[in-house]
């Protein structure tokens, strides 16, 4: 087995990882639930890299000629994902992994959801296993007794979407952070702008693994994204405390959190930057996740 160090939007978006949205799916098809999950994610998408406005400025970046809008983008969060890029770039890729394993993914998290009095509130703090199928064409497994699952079996949704966070499929991202940028807005959709559904998109594929130049392709790529800013102290659902990649939208800042010394994913936060019309009040941390446990293995709902 290998073991990797780790990586769920306001209603209507995808989750942390892609599958979060496919289980909701499922579980509406297989009972009206006591509650409907909302599910939160930071905002992750892109198109063609932004020319530089009069009110911008302009920084280095890996775009050679073609300098990237620094204004929101900070020099320091450029500097922040450039580093986060080359430590996942540096990471060794997985050995002779075969098309019917699975990336086993262990988080501790809690979630905002919506119960049939449309009052919104907070799950318990809970675990989560997920079975992800590596070249997801093999039935999954995902155990999360909050939201009803024992350790319930998922069939492959074939043919595969574009976008998908299974390993194969990632293999044939592209690998320089130009065209990856041109990937991610395209192929990342949601209700909101195309930079929050680009930065939604890098956030479901944090999680999951992904092959390393490919990962650091993705962390440049979202260097770019107009919005994003770096926040030097915050804690994962786990209570570890990271430096986190945000942006703003909607009254929420959602937060991509890495470790402070090995630039690895731990997890995600999302915060009320303002009173929301949900109830929740300023301050408030609405959504909260940390990857405890990310190791490949060879049958689904088969703990390391």
């Not at 809008?69 to 320091?76: I, L, R, W």
């Not at 194969?168 to 320089?176: F, G, H, V, Y």
């Not at 209570?239 to 090995?262: M, P, W």
Request: glycine share 8%; proline share 7%.
């Amino acid at each position: 087995m290998n073991e990797f160090p780790d990586r769920d939007l306001p209603p209507g978006r995808h989750h942390l990882l892609k599958e979060h949205l496919l289980t909701e799916i499922r579980q509406n098809e297989k009972k009206a639930p006591a509650l409907r999950k909302v599910w939160f994610r930071p905002a992750l998408v892109a198109g063609a890299v932004a020319a530089a406005t009069a009110a911008g400025v302009l920084v280095a970046s890996p775009f050679g000629d073609r300098a990237a809008q620094a204004g929101p983008p900070s020099k320091e969060t450029v500097r922040m994902l450039e580093e986060i890029a080359a430590a996942a770039k540096a990471q060794p890729a997985p050995k002779d992994l075969r098309d019917d394993q699975f990336v086993y993914v262990k988080t501790k998290e809690r979630y905002m959801e919506t119960g049939s009095d449309e009052k919104s509130r907070l799950q318990p703090l809970h675990v989560r296993e997920y079975w992800n199928s590596v070249d997801g064409r093999h039935t999954e497994v995902i155990n999360d007794r909050v939201d009803g699952f024992d350790h319930e079996r998922l069939p492959p949704d074939l043919p595969l979407v574009e976008g998908n966070s299974h390993y194969r499929s990632l293999q044939k991202l592209p690998t320089d952070p130009v065209n990856m940028r041109d990937w991610l807005y395209r192929v990342a959709s949601g209700g909101e702008s195309k930079d929050q559904n680009a930065f939604v998109q890098v956030g479901d594929l944090c999680g999951g693994l992904m092959p390393p130049k490919q990962a650091a392709a993705l962390y440049l790529a979202a260097s770019t994204i107009p919005g994003v800013e770096v926040r030097g102290d915050v804690v994962d659902a786990a209570g570890r405390h990271g430096v986190a990649i945000t942006r703003e939208n909607d009254g929420e800042r959602q937060e991509l959190i890495f470790d402070k010394k090995t630039k690895q994913f731990l997890g995600e936060r999302q915060v009320a930057v303002e009173d929301l019309p949900t109830g929740f009040k300023k301050g408030t941390v609405t959504a909260h996740t940390a990857v405890l446990e990310r190791v490949v293995v060879d049958k689904a709902g088969r703990r390391p």
